[in-house]
C-alpha cells in the first residue's frame, strides 16, 4: 500500500499543482485493481464505484489495511489482496482526481487516466511476462501523449489501449 498507493498520492500532491493546460498523466495501475474488483464484498464494490473523493479512496485504503492487520478481511469483504488493493485505489483515484482537474477552470486540456501495461518482463514478475518493456509502454505511452483538445478518455482504466469499464 505504501508504495503503490501512498507514494503515488504524494507525487500527485506534488505535481498536480505545477500541471499546466494541455497536460497528461497516466498513473500504472494493473489488471489486479480489476481483478481484486471482482472478488470483494457488493458492498465495497458499491462504496469504490460510488467514491467521490480523494479522501473517501484514502478511506477505504486505511479500513484494508486496519482489516488486514487485524485478521477480518474476509469478514469484512476484503478480498485477500494487498496489491491489487493497492492498484484498485490507484484506478479509484486517478477517476477523482480526473474529474477534480476538470472543475479547474484555471487550466484546460488535462486528462488523467490509469493503465495496466500488461504482464511485462521485468525484476517484478521474474522475468516471466510475455511482453517485453516496449510492449509493456504502449499503453502508457498513448495515453501521455493524447493530443491536445482530447476529450477522452478522461478518468478512466485502460489495458491495450482499450477502457475496462469494470465498475
Known amino acids: 500500500m505504501a508504495t503503490n498507493f501512498d507514494a503515488l498520492l504524494a507525487v500527485c500532491h506534488t505535481l498536480f499543482p505545477i500541471i499546466r493546460s494541455h497536460g497528461r498523466v497516466c498513473q500504472v495501475a494493473s489488471g489486479s485493481g480489476s481483478s481484486t474488483y471482482k472478488k470483494i464484498s457488493d458492498e465495497l464494490k458499491c462504496r469504490f464505484k460510488n467514491t467521490a473523493t480523494e479522501q473517501d479512496v484514502i478511506q477505504l485504503m486505511q479500513e484494508f489495511i486496519d482489516s488486514a492487520k487485524d485478521g477480518s478481511l474476509k469478514d469484512k469483504g476484503w478480498a485477500e489482496a494487498s496489491y491489487g488493493t493497492s492498484k484498485l485505489g490507484v484506478i479509484t483515484l486517478s477517476r477523482i482526481q480526473a474529474n477534480d482537474i476538470q472543475a479547474d477552470k484555471s487550466r484546460e486540456d488535462i486528462l488523467i487516466?490509469?493503465?495496466?501495461?500488461?504482464?511485462?518482463?521485468?525484476?517484478?514478475?521474474?522475468?516471466?511476462?510475455?511482453?517485453?518493456?516496449?510492449?509493456?509502454?504502449?499503453?502508457?505511452?498513448?495515453?501521455?501523449?493524447?493530443?491536445?483538445?482530447?476529450?477522452?478518455?478522461q478518468g478512466k482504466f485502460l489495458q491495450k489501449k482499450q477502457v475496462n469499464d469494470f465498475w
Open 113 to 153: 487516466n490509469s493503465c495496466c501495461p500488461g504482464y511485462v518482463a521485468t525484476d517484478m514478475s521474474s522475468h516471466k511476462g510475455h511482453l517485453t518493456i516496449d510492449e509493456g509502454a504502449v499503453t502508457p505511452v498513448y495515453l501521455a501523449t493524447l493530443p491536445s483538445g482530447a476529450k477522452e478518455p
